[in-house]
Nanobody, 119 residues
Framework: QVQLVESGGGLVQPGGSLTLSCTAS????????MGWYRQAPGQARDLVAM???????HYKGFAKGRFTISRDIAKNTVTLQMNNLNADDSAVYYC?????????????WGKGTLVTVSS
């Protein structure tokens, strides 16, 4: 089965740092890109950053200069180093890949990892 497993979330103070990790498994096709999304309460899931094979990373505006995405192609893993966190960064963070994996007609998503930025 396709699995996306995120880890590394937790409670962090404003201005602090956190590193998230993700492992993708059970995908039988070639993965071109890996990336991170986040979803805050009452909001839609939003792309944070992604990186494709042989290309420079892409970041949403709120992530530029603060977050760094890194991918290990051989291990099918991707990390997100987050610095200078603020309360608006609090969300459940999910990883995924491109092309998007599907099972039973639905996109596959992991459980995500919760990041809470609070004093």
């Amino acid at each position: 089965q396709v699995q996306l497993v995120e880890s590394g979330g937790g409670l962090v103070q404003p201005g602090g740092s956190l590193t998230l990790s993700c492992t993708a498994s059970g995908i039988t096709y070639g993965i071109n890109a890996m990336g991170w999304y986040r979803q805050a309460p009452g909001q839609a899931r939003d792309l944070v950053a992604m990186v494709a094979t042989g290309q420079a990373p892409h970041y949403k505006g709120f992530a530029k200069g603060r977050f760094t995405i890194s991918r290990d192609i051989a291990k099918n893993t991707v990390t997100l180093q987050m610095n200078n966190l603020n309360a608006d960064d609090s969300a459940v963070y999910y990883c995924n890949v491109w092309p998007r994996p599907t099972q039973n007609g639905e996109d596959v998503w992991g459980k995500g990892t919760l990041v809470t930025v609070s004093s």
